[in-house]
């Protein structure tokens, strides 16, 4: 039997009707609407998409968001001015600073724009204080990925408590925060990464296995132990067919998508696992809508924490 879906667009339509209303009631009482400044360096494709949509989304649930666009030749100090200068609006509650920035500003340059937040502004949860918060379990505002994995983890009724859960992926982003959310909510937790022995093993001992790597179909059906609930953060790019046609057979609809586009989005978890796992996120349409519907959330979270 193939493995449930779980529909991370449909839990991201809810998680924002369910804010549209708070919304309303903040912008009634405060006479201003929560704010979210985004700040981008250059124009990564990739970043483009994703502010874009941020901004939309934004829009539709009532928020006032505003992009600060900067060169790809803007100087480290330039960036952190922005910063700056977001830290010290009235009107902005949330800033978000989209990585990468442009590899020119050298490898530094994220963690210092980063530590530049305002930590009661920092509506990715990448500032060290609000790292610390979550790690001392009294998290003030956490990055929204993991959010957004808890999120569809709880909505879809997957208990967590006492389970075994193994996360992929050692990110600050993704990996050791969504690990630390687990930790809290009382599962067994064991972080995998690309040194990790037998790796397929380890990860076939999960109860719930979240996957993010950013390495396309990596996760094969031997990874992963039948009915486990498989969270596949992954958004990975494939143009090359032949790598296409070992996710895809021909005759599949995702592989004469391919033939068109010349491309297809997939995520870290081959398809062969939909014929394994209990419960499984499709990508797009998994974790990607909840990562901008918690990004609105935190910032209404900070909105109402600063106000
Ligand atoms: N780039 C890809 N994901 C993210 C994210 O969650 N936050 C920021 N700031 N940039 C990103």
Redesign the pocket.
């Known amino acids: 039997m193939p493995a449930n879906v779980l529909d991370g667009a449909e839990v991201a339509r809810q998680t924002r009707n369910e804010l549209r209303a708070r919304v309303e009631a903040f912008t009634a009482s405060r006479k201003r609407p929560p704010g979210l400044g985004i700040v981008l360096v250059g124009h990564d494709p990739g970043?483009e998409v994703?502010v874009r949509n941020k901004l939309k989304s934004a829009g539709e649930t009532g928020l006032r968001a505003d992009l600060h666009r900067l060169p790809e030749d803007a100087s480290l100090v330039e960036v952190v001015a922005a910063v700056r200068e977001l830290n010290a609006s009235g009107v902005h509650d949330g800033i978000?600073?989209?990585?990468?920035l442009p590899a020119a500003l050298g490898p530094e340059a994220e963690q210092v724009v980063f530590d530049e937040v305002d930590p009661a502004k920092d509506v990715?949860g990448f500032h060290p204080v609000n790292v610390g918060r979550l790690v001392q379990g009294r998290p003030f505002l956490v990055?929204?990925?993991p959010l957004g994995i808890l999120e569809l983890l709880d909505r879809t009724g997957t208990p967590i408590k006492g389970r075994h859960a193994v996360v992929i992926g050692r990110s600050d982003?993704v990996g050791k925060p969504v690990a630390l959310l687990l930790l809290h909510r009382h599962a067994t937790v064991t972080i995998c990464h690309s040194r990790t022995v037998d790796l397929p093993k380890v990860a076939a001992t999960a109860d719930i296995l979240v996957v993010a790597i950013g390495r396309a179909g990596f996760v094969t059906r031997d990874f992963v132990k039948p009915g486990a609930t498989v969270i596949d953060v992954g958004m990975n790019r494939v143009d090359d067919r032949e790598q296409a046609r070992k996710l895809f057979p021909e005759g599949h609809p995702r592989l004469a998508a391919f033939d068109r586009r010349g491309s297809v989005l997939v995520g870290d978890v081959h398809p062969e696992v939909w014929e394994v796992a209990g419960a499984l996120t499709p990508v797009p349409g998994g974790v990607g809508p909840l990562?901008i519907a918690l990004l609105l959330s935190n910032t209404l979270k900070a909105a109402e924490a600063r106000s």
């Not at 978000?96 to 990468?100: A, E």
Request: overall charge negative.
């Open positions: 970043s994703y978000l600073v989209q990585s990468p990715d990055p929204c990925t982003i990562t």
